[in-house]
């Protein structure tokens, strides 16, 4: 993790299944991406919103390393950042080992908490057919892996850019493997 980045920055502020890439994006404590359509204290995934739209909203950021593009390329699926919906591309940090509660200093002055893993659905499908397949697996002990990224809600605000270093912060133990949020 010495020298794990973000690459890219994403948001929109419309329902869509991808999101643009940006020159920056702004993170606003308790809220999210400034402008962007999941930015909320509550949830705003229409999914949960359907269930109980009072949940609090434990997916503010989106963060999906890029590495997984270039493992799906090799099963012949083209992916670009952005195109699952993420807020930010990471390069060279492991996400999905990180415990819940891990704290991410994204750039000079943003920090997210992580909440847990997304939840890969159906709309991958609908987006390129048989890449849900790609975004689920199994590890050694036959544990179902997501592989999707992860979920966070910020905790201090500000901009985060494409080159942004990332720092991770470890929970005090004992750490708490990422749960589906």
């Known amino acids: 993790m010495a020298d794990s ?31 962007d359509v999941h930015a909320g204290v509550t949830v705003k995934h229409r999914s949960r919103m359907a269930k109980d ?19 799906t390329r090799g099963e012949g699926f083209d992916l670009a950042p952005g195109q699952l919906g993420e807020n930010v591309t990471t390069r060279g940090i492991d996400l999905l080992g990180l415990p819940t509660g891990t704290l991410l200093r994204l750039g000079d002055s943003a920090v997210v908490k992580v909440t847990g893993l997304r939840n890969p659905c159906l709309q991958i499908d609908n987006f390129q057919q048989g890449l849900l397949k790609q975004m689920v697996g199994r590890d050694d002990a036959g544990t179902l892996v997501r592989k999707a990224g992860i979920m966070s809600v910020v905790v201090a605000g500000g901009v985060v850019r494409p080159g942004d270093p990332i720092v991770a912060e470890l929970p005090d133990g004992p750490h708490r493997a990422l749960e589906v949020v």
Do not use: C
């Open 5 to 35: 980045r973000v690459t890219t920055v994403s948001s929109n502020g419309a329902y869509s299944f991808t999101k643009p890439n940006r020159e920056s994006i702004t993170l606003r404590v308790g809220l999210g991406v400034e402008g």
């Open 53 to 71: 739209p009072t949940q609090p909203n434990l997916r503010q950021v989106h963060l999906m390393h890029e590495e997984l593009f270039e493992e």
